[in-house]
């Protein structure tokens, strides 16, 4: 077990007791964030999904979970979220083997790719964090609205959604300027406007929609992306940050309380900087919006599949 002792002391505490029984499907799970929440969902006693990218990854990162946890059940889900066909796939398996779900994270992301596009010809960061996402809920919630059960979907935003500007629907990949960060930023943005709006409209259902971010975390995400000198920093300054551990306590966070539907939860402090989960406040940017951007989506989806 390679969890800290002030993770499990906060797990004891504010956290169900045990999550036995309960089987939760994680996206990108083979790092960062999405490794720790996989880690403390096995702690609690869920069976773990690992949906990833890289299959070599994912082997590596469930083999080191079960050297920690040996009676943990893991298994692995290949998924892309670059990739249309993978998408589908990915849930055509999952329905042929009637994998009964009741947790699904949406974890994956990406964050800095320059002149990089998807399988389907969109820009990479917000053709993964964006539209894949949106793809693939589209695709995989009619399946989960079939479960006898009640179903918890969560799509990871960010915190930084909070200083996006408004859509420019003309120029919406930044082709005219490319910005790392604005682009990262309108991902996550229009993932948030989307989720919202689509909590809203299953809050009667079986499912229940929230999100979560991570807050500012130290994670390979980012670090990655920027370079050596930012890994010399992050290590000066880590006491400033959340580690993906803490950050991975969202989830734990959403299943122990009643939450409404549409909710945001991540780090509790200095404007949801870090700090331990709780409710954030949702800002009126998410809540407006929508309906065009899930017309232009669907849109930009067809014209590319047609």
């Known amino acids: 077990m390679s969890l800290k002792k002030k993770t499990i002391k906060w797990l004891s505490k504010n956290a169900v007791k045990s999550l036995n029984g309960k089987t939760i499907l994680i996206t990108g799970a083979n790092s960062g964030v999405g490794y720790k929440t996989a880690e403390i969902c096995i702690f609690l006693g869920a069976n773990v999904i690992m949906a990833c990218r890289n299959n070599e990854k994912a082997k590596e990162a469930r083999d ?139 809050e009667n259902s079986n499912v229940k929609i929230l999100m979560n971010h991570p807050g500012i975390s130290i994670t390979p995400l980012g670090l990655n992306a920027f370079g050596k000198r930012v890994k010399r920093l992050s290590k000066v300054f880590k006491n400033i940050f959340n580690s993906p551990e803490k950050s991975a306590l969202s989830v734990a966070s959403i299943l122990s309380h009643d939450i409404p539907a549409g909710s945001i939860v991540g780090p509790n402090k200095l404007f949801g900087g870090w700090g331990y989960p709780k409710i954030n406040r949702t800002s009126k940017k998410v809540k407006i919006g929508a309906e065009e951007l899930i017309n232009f989506t669907q849109k930009e989806i067809n014209a590319k599949k047609s």
């Open 64 to 202: 080191k979970l079960i050297s920690q946890y040996p009676r943990a059940n893991i298994s692995i889900a290949q998924l892309d979220l670059a990739s249309f066909a993978s998408i589908e796939s990915f849930v055509q398996k999952v329905k042929d083997d009637h994998t009964d779900i009741d947790v699904f994270v949406n974890n994956a992301g990406v964050f800095h790719q320059p002149n990089k596009t998807t399988e389907d010809g969109f820009e990479y960061v917000i053709g993964v964090n964006y539209l894949g996402t949106y793809y693939l809920t589209e695709k995989i919630l009619p399946y989960l609205l079939t479960h006898q059960h009640n179903v918890v979907y969560i799509n990871t935003i960010s915190l930084i959604h909070k200083f996006a500007k408004k859509i420019d629907y003309n120029d919406f990949y930044y082709n005219k300027k490319y910005r790392n960060l604005s682009v990262y930023t309108r991902s996550k943005v229009c993932l948030a406007k989307y989720t919202y709006k689509l909590a809203k409209k299953y």
